[in-house]
């Protein structure tokens, strides 16, 4: 059993260059998926007999509070595997995939206050799902601000990796607290092991966008990791060649 | 002394097993835990703005509540368990800040670290006497704060029993911020945006042990429940710290 490749993808030059490669077929498909989901979903999926048009934000709501909780356990497995196998890399895309996450559990936030307006009558309820969202926003915010808080990269690396870990043990029980605290909305939609509550007709939309959301999401994942590569590698050889930087650059 | 016979009988017991009596036996003497918890005791007595601090500034807080939202004693009261919880939690969480930054500073730390053991005893033993020398009185003062934002004599026996559990979880799961922060100059800020959505179910259940109370319910679950939180804090929270401590060695 050959390891080289898991110590290959360590290296941030082989992943700069591999990536290249990914990035035109990644960007195609994921915007390929989302205009036809956001076409699909808002111009041609039937009209809700209770909500009327108003349900139609569920094609960009769900998707983002998908990807702002898988958001969350791929900054941390990735910060893990920095940590455990002292990976320069995964540091990488755990830091960028902080900001990211945080856009999106805002869009998840933000979509649903839109939402909540006409539906509940309210921008904000102190709601199970809302609260536990919001608190998710917060653990970002902490990841990114302390990693940002140390003058040496490699400890700011280590302590957000670590923070958030300790976040990932407590994701679980924050939300089943804050379930038991209040609840108000509606219980998931969408379920692996049972029948959903949807119409197909929404259904195939709503699935379209998830997936177009996964495919935007690792595409910008990887845009931002390429460009924090190049920062973080200003110095060497090779990103010099890269810019054709002849005199030693400075950022 | 104590840990001494804590092994004794330990050992004695684990006689059939002869291995196990042994591992038993070194587990129990746990490598310096009784002399530092005597020492972190010690010092705290001796350092008296450490303990009265918090407590005044718990208080002086909860005095100001009053002022800011009125005195109509049916409000004060519905609102004072979260009020006194939510005072605990900041007291708890700003005294937290110095738990590892003296040690820090005259580098004691470093040596604690460099000792071939594990950290985590360490960490438990500066935490305990935290808890000790904080939530403990910060529990035992609850009752007073309570008559005077007009509690309903009911809720102040769980008030208490809540506090005391829950302020040895939160200065478990604080001691992790306060070890990820220990090398930053002016931590105050980060160490409450990063530790605070991390408090937060120990905050739900607190206030709702005493809430329960006051209804009329039995609060015996809310309490089963921070007691689990705090099983679990006691068992992980100081792996975390002992792990951030070694990042911030690094720095």
């Given at each position: 059993?050959?390891?080289?490749?898991?110590?290959?993808?360590?290296?941030?030059?082989?992943?700069?260059q591999?990536?290249?490669?990914?990035?035109?077929?990644?960007?195609g498909?994921a915007?390929?998926?989302?205009?036809?989901?956001?076409?699909?979903?808002?111009?041609?999926?039937?009209?809700?007999?209770?909500?009327?048009?108003?349900y139609?934000?569920?094609?960009?709501h769900?998707?983002?509070?998908?990807?702002a909780?898988?958001?969350?356990?791929?900054?941390?497995i990735?910060?893990?595997?920095?940590?455990?196998?002292?990976?320069?890399l995964?540091?990488?895309?755990?830091?960028?995939?902080?900001?990211?996450?945080?856009?999106?559990?805002?869009i998840?936030?933000?979509?649903?206050?839109?939402w909540?307006?006409?539906?509940?009558?309210?921008?904000?309820?102190?709601?199970?799902?809302?609260?536990?969202?919001?608190?998710?926003f917060?653990?970002?915010?902490?990841?990114?601000?302390?990693?940002?808080?140390?003058?040496?990269e490699?400890?700011?690396?280590?302590?957000?990796?670590?923070?958030?870990?300790?976040?990932?043990?407590n994701?679980?029980?924050?939300?089943?607290?804050?379930?038991?605290?209040?609840?108000l909305?509606?219980?998931?939609?969408l379920?692996?092991?049972?029948?959903?509550?949807i119409?197909?007709?929404?259904?195939y939309?709503?699935?379209?966008?998830?997936?177009?959301?996964y495919?935007?999401?690792a595409?910008?994942?990887?845009?931002?990791?390429?460009t924090?590569?190049?920062?973080?590698?200003?110095?060497?050889?090779?990103?010099?060649?890269?810019?054709?930087?002849?005199?030693?650059?400075?950022? | 002394?104590?840990?001494?016979?804590?092994?004794?009988?330990?050992?004695k017991?684990?006689?059939?097993?002869?291995?196990?009596?042994?591992?038993?036996?070194?587990?129990?003497?746990?490598?310096?835990f009784?002399?530092?918890?005597?020492?972190?005791?010690?010092?705290?007595?001796?350092?008296?703005?450490?303990?009265?601090?918090?407590l005044?500034?718990?208080?002086?807080?909860?005095?100001?509540?009053?002022?800011?939202?009125?005195?109509?004693?049916?409000?004060?009261s519905?609102?004072?368990?979260?009020?006194?919880?939510?005072?605990?939690?900041?007291?708890?969480?700003?005294?937290?800040e110095?738990l590892?930054?003296g040690d820090?500073?005259?580098?004691?730390?470093?040596?604690l670290?460099l000792?071939?053991?594990?950290?985590?005893?360490?960490v438990l033993?500066?935490?305990?006497?935290?808890?000790?020398?904080?939530?403990?009185p910060?529990?035992?003062?609850?009752?007073?704060?309570?008559?005077?934002?007009?509690?309903?004599?009911?809720?102040?026996?769980?008030?208490?029993?809540?506090?005391?559990?829950?302020?040895?979880?939160?200065?478990?799961?604080?001691?992790?911020?306060?070890?990820?922060?220990?090398?930053?100059?002016r931590?105050?800020?980060?160490?409450?945006l990063?530790?605070?959505?991390?408090?937060?179910?120990?905050?739900?259940?607190?206030?709702?042990t005493?809430q329960?109370?006051?209804?009329?319910?039995s609060?015996?679950?809310?309490?089963?429940?921070?007691?689990?939180?705090?099983?679990?804090?006691?068992?992980?929270?100081?792996?975390a710290?002992?792990?951030?401590i070694?990042?911030?060695?690094?720095?």
């Amino acid at each position: 059993m050959s390891w080289q490749w898991f110590h290959r993808l360590g290296s941030p030059r082989w992943f700069y260059q591999k990536s290249s490669a990914w990035l035109p077929w990644l960007g195609g498909a994921a915007l390929s998926l989302l205009s036809v989901g956001v076409v699909w979903g808002l111009g041609f999926a039937p009209e809700d007999f209770k909500q009327g048009n108003s349900y139609r934000i569920i094609y960009i709501h769900v998707p983002a509070a998908f990807l702002a909780l898988a958001g969350y356990y791929i900054m941390a497995i990735s910060g893990a595997i920095g940590l455990i196998w002292k990976m320069k890399l995964s540091f990488v895309v755990m830091r960028a995939a902080a900001p990211i996450g945080a856009a999106l559990t805002f869009i998840a936030l933000f979509t649903g206050a839109v939402w909540g307006k006409p539906t509940w009558g309210t921008y904000w309820v102190w709601d199970a799902r809302i609260t536990s969202m919001l608190i998710l926003f917060f653990l970002y915010l902490g990841v990114m601000a302390l990693s940002g808080a140390f003058s040496r990269e490699q400890s700011g690396d280590k302590a957000s990796a670590l923070l958030a870990l300790v976040g990932t043990v407590n994701i679980p029980i924050i939300y089943k607290s804050v379930d038991w605290w209040f609840t108000l909305h509606q219980p998931a939609t969408l379920k692996l092991t049972e029948a959903s509550t949807i119409d197909p007709s929404m259904f195939y939309p709503l699935i379209t966008m998830i997936a177009g959301f996964y495919l935007f999401y690792a595409w910008v994942l990887t845009l931002h990791t390429r460009t924090m590569i190049l920062q973080r590698e200003g110095r060497t050889q090779w990103v010099r060649e890269l810019v054709g930087a002849s005199a030693p650059a400075k950022a | 002394m104590g840990s001494e016979a804590v092994e004794v009988s330990l050992s004695k017991k684990a006689q059939p097993g002869k291995a196990r009596g042994v591992a038993l036996a070194a587990y129990a003497r746990v490598p310096g835990f009784y002399t530092l918890f005597r020492t972190e005791l010690v010092l705290a007595a001796r350092r008296r703005s450490d303990i009265v601090n918090p407590l005044l500034f718990f208080v002086t807080v909860l005095a100001m509540m009053p002022l800011g939202i009125g005195p109509e004693p049916e409000m004060l009261s519905r609102m004072a368990p979260g009020l006194i919880w939510v005072m605990a939690l900041l007291a708890t969480l700003l005294s937290q800040e110095s738990l590892f930054r003296g040690d820090y500073e005259d580098g004691s730390l470093e040596q604690l670290a460099l000792q071939p053991q594990p950290l985590y005893f360490p960490v438990l033993a500066k935490v305990l006497v935290h808890w000790l020398v904080t939530g403990v009185p910060l529990a035992l003062l609850s009752p007073l704060l309570g008559m005077m934002l007009n509690l309903g004599a009911e809720g102040y026996w769980p008030l208490f029993v809540s506090l005391v559990l829950g302020t040895a979880s939160l200065s478990l799961i604080g001691a992790v911020g306060a070890a990820l922060t220990v090398a930053l100059r002016r931590p105050g800020l980060l160490l409450a945006l990063i530790i605070m959505p991390l408090y937060v179910p120990v905050l739900i259940f607190g206030t709702g042990t005493v809430q329960a109370a006051l209804d009329g319910y039995s609060f015996g679950p809310q309490l089963a429940v921070l007691g689990a939180i705090l099983a679990v804090a006691a068992a992980l929270a100081p792996l975390a710290s002992a792990g951030a401590i070694r990042i911030s060695l690094e720095n």
